[in-house]
């Protein structure tokens, strides 16, 4: 099988940042933030490597972009225009800057170059603790005009140092996190949705770095008052793990039961989709299904591998149902749910039937859009919280000349129902919306109506999803 031949198993459907380069791969504008850029070393590149390296990039797109006629984009034209540019470069950031231009004539998600000192951050031969990153314990989102703490960790750094959700962040560092949010009002719908997703990105990214390393946050706590707290980055729970040419990432999930006893509630949290997850996954299911009822709790979850969908899906569905259709240039590969009969000690079991609640937010990206569009589209789940980004298009990644890295779309994707996530995204069944007001008091409430839902349903059979 070709490279250009993906699988679901091999397709990438990712929007996850880079650690210290805040690059959002998903996002559909492609140039990594500014200062990210400004980060990139000033090495000369000769006008032979210049104009391979954007010939490799340009044709690798042409000839894989899942539309022939490139979404209305003159992709002929494009080269035309920009490889003088590309002929006329010194340094490899301004050659870096002309293939991310040309990336964002596309004007869509998982089209991105990864720099090779971001994509090379671990041999493949080196431990793989060597490369742990560290965070603050505290994701942040915005709510009311205001980038608040929502997820604050009870162990973590930021709750140690005082911070409660609710609080607003008005700085990192010195830096102003909201100077882009002026900006938004005037943006169309679908293009502001995509700046804010690269917005948040960016901002949790700055909260995360080495560990032990020192960050100043500029917050205002619930009564108004500024003050300036000195937060110094824990190691990052999860399992580090490495896909293709991408960086290593951290691995997490985690399951607890709301109210034991015959209405209790399972809630499992995974931050990735990334296969070593699959495992635990499957223990967390097994775990939880004596519940009246699961969550899956994937907001701020970007995406990963697009294969981990139909066996996740397995747990919930009895059937081998579609859950949507990955069409490239040439072919079509449907996703299909296949169901899990074997628990984890061997026992044989029925996909679990209860009743079952996603819940996503804006930062829910990628191969979590393809699962929820699936799942809600099949009336198997309902959705809860925020729309998501709308950013889901399957890719491949490509080493360029440089040692660069492409990451470039090769395939679009639609629900069972031919609904075609990328743009719109996946809406909630139930939206729910943040307030300042819940956080301080201490609410999730995506996560508490959904619970209350499956109680609901759980106690009234003729009420919910199906299996």
Same mark, same amino acid.
């Given at each position: 099988?070709?490279? =250009? ?9 990712? #929007? ?18 500014? /200062? ?43 080269? =035309? ?28 998600? /998982?089209? +991105? ?60 560092? %010195? ?7 002026? &900006? ?25 770095? =080495?560990? @032990? !390393? ?13 003050? $300036?707290? $000195? ?28 109210? *034991? ?38 907001? %701020? ?12 899906? @397995? &747990? ?33 079991? !029925? ?49 360029? *000349?440089?040692? $660069?890295?492409?990451? /470039? +779309? ?6 069972? $129902?031919?609904?075609?996530?990328? %743009? ?8 729910? &919306?943040?307030?300042?007001? %819940? ?19 759980? #106690?009234?059979?003729? @009420?919910?999803?199906?299996?």
């Amino acid at each position: 099988m070709t490279e =250009d031949t993906p699988t679901p198993s091999r397709v990438l459907s990712l #929007g996850f940042v880079l650690a210290g380069l805040t690059l959002g791969l998903a996002a559909c504008t492609s140039t990594p933030a500014p /200062h990210a850029q400004a980060q990139a070393p000033a090495v000369p590149v000769s006008q032979a490597l210049a104009l391979q390296t954007f010939d490799s990039a340009w044709s690798r797109i042409a000839h894989t972009h899942y539309d022939t006629a490139f979404a209305g984009v003159d992709w002929q034209g494009v080269r =035309d225009e920009l490889r003088p540019r590309a002929a006329a470069v010194r340094t490899l950031t301004e050659l870096r800057g002309v293939i991310a231009g040309m990336l964002e004539r596309l004007g869509e998600s /998982h089209y +991105a170059l990864i720099p090779a000192e971001a994509a090379d951050a671990l041999g493949s031969g080196e431990d793989l603790t060597r490369a742990v990153s560290g965070d603050i314990g505290m994701e942040v989102r915005l709510v009311e005009g205001e980038l608040l703490a929502t997820r604050v960790e009870p162990d973590g750094p930021a709750h140690q140092a005082g911070i409660r959700p609710g609080w607003s962040l008005l700085a990192v560092d %010195g830096r102003p996190v909201d100077s882009e949010l002026g &900006h938004f009002a005037a943006l169309p719908e679908a293009e502001r949705r995509v700046a804010l997703t690269r917005l948040l990105m960016q901002v949790n990214a700055r909260l995360e770095g =080495d560990v @032990g !390393a020192r960050r100043v946050l500029r917050v205002r706590d619930q009564a108004g008052r500024s003050r $300036d707290l $000195d937060v110094v980055l824990r190691r990052s729970p999860g399992e580090m793990v490495r896909f293709g040419n991408l960086p290593p990432m951290l691995a997490s999930l985690q399951y607890h039961i709301l109210e *034991p006893g015959p209405r209790c509630v399972g809630v499992i949290r995974m931050n990735v989709w990334m296969v070593p997850l699959m495992a635990r996954l499957d223990s967390a299911v097994h775990a939880v299904r004596h519940c009246a009822g699961i969550v899956l709790d994937l907001r %701020g979850n970007p995406g990963g591998v697009a294969g981990m969908v139909m066996g996740t899906a @397995g &747990h919930f569905l009895g059937d081998t149902v579609a859950l949507g259709v990955m069409r490239t240039r040439t072919s079509e590969l449907r996703f299909m749910a296949n169901p899990r009969r074997v628990a984890v000690d061997g026992a044989t079991v !029925a996909p679990f039937s209860g009743p079952l609640a996603i819940v996503v937010d804006e930062l829910s990206v990628s191969t979590t859009e393809i699962f929820a569009a699936g799942m809600q589209s099949v009336g198997r789940a309902r959705v809860f919280g925020g729309r998501t980004a709308g950013q889901a298009l399957p890719a491949l990644m490509l080493r360029l *000349p440089t040692n $660069d890295v492409l990451m /470039h +779309a090769v395939a679009d994707f639609a629900g069972p $129902d031919g609904t075609r996530v990328e %743009g719109d995204g996946v809406s909630p069944d139930v939206p729910v &919306h943040l307030t300042r007001r %819940g956080l301080l008091a201490g609410h999730d409430p995506a996560l508490d109506t959904a619970v209350a839902w499956i109680r609901q349903t759980a #106690g009234n059979p003729n @009420g919910g999803s199906t299996p």
